[in-house]
């Protein structure tokens, strides 16, 4: 049997990506800006939008050695080899709410995530982490299967991040958030005029 995991991680197929800086005006609501671009913990954000309490289903969690897979560069800042986790964040009615990916250094994952379904902030807030969340790059995208997951339309925002610790990047974070947001945040989609089509070669 295989030690590593043969289920693939999602990602979106970009019609624009970049960085916050290059975010063009008036793509965004305020309400879907702050969101996306908030250093604070997306769970509880999510449950103060929803009123509902956030749980966390994880679909994988699984060596994947030194195998890339098409994940963010930033991935090589992480120690390997790594463990990739795959999960949704859901209302407790069962909306899904988010697909996230995350890959962690093998050596330290049952470290940091000692109970795997919470959510990643509330293991690490349980130990008592100093932590900082950089933002690397958004997305604006289309996923079939994401979207038929989530029981919405294309395309879907997306975005990658590091989590830094004691001046290390711990983890490597890419979330897709679902078109349901919509109901509570408004209207995310941009005018087309609004962005170019990035480059197929990520």
Do not use: K
Not at 154 to 174: D, S
């Amino acid at each position: 049997m295989s030690l590593v995991s043969v289920v693939p991680w999602l990602r979106l197929d970009c019609l624009w990506e970049g960085e916050e800086s290059r975010l063009p005006a008036g793509m965004l609501s305020p309400w879907w800006r702050l969101l996306l671009l908030s250093d604070g913990s997306l769970t509880r954000h999510l449950q103060f939008i929803t009123g509902q309490e956030i749980q966390v289903r994880v679909i994988d969690m699984s060596p994947v050695g030194w195998v890339q897979a098409d994940a963010p560069a930033e991935l090589s800042q992480i120690a390997g080899p790594w463990v990739r986790r795959q999960v949704w964040l859901a209302t407790a009615s069962g909306e899904r709410l988010v697909y996230a990916t995350s890959w962690w250094p093998a050596s330290l994952v049952d470290q940091y995530l000692q109970n795997r379904d919470w959510p990643i902030w509330t293991s690490l807030r349980e130990l008592r982490l100093e932590l900082y969340r950089d933002i690397r790059r958004l997305y604006y995208g289309n996923s079939g299967p994401l979207a038929r997951e989530f029981g919405c339309g294309e395309p879907l925002w997306g975005r990658h991040y590091l989590f830094w610790h004691q001046g290390r990047p711990l983890t490597l974070i890419y979330e897709v958030l679902s078109g349901h947001l919509q109901r509570y945040l408004g209207a995310s989609r941009p005018s087309e005029e609004l962005f170019d089509v990035c480059p197929q070669g990520r």
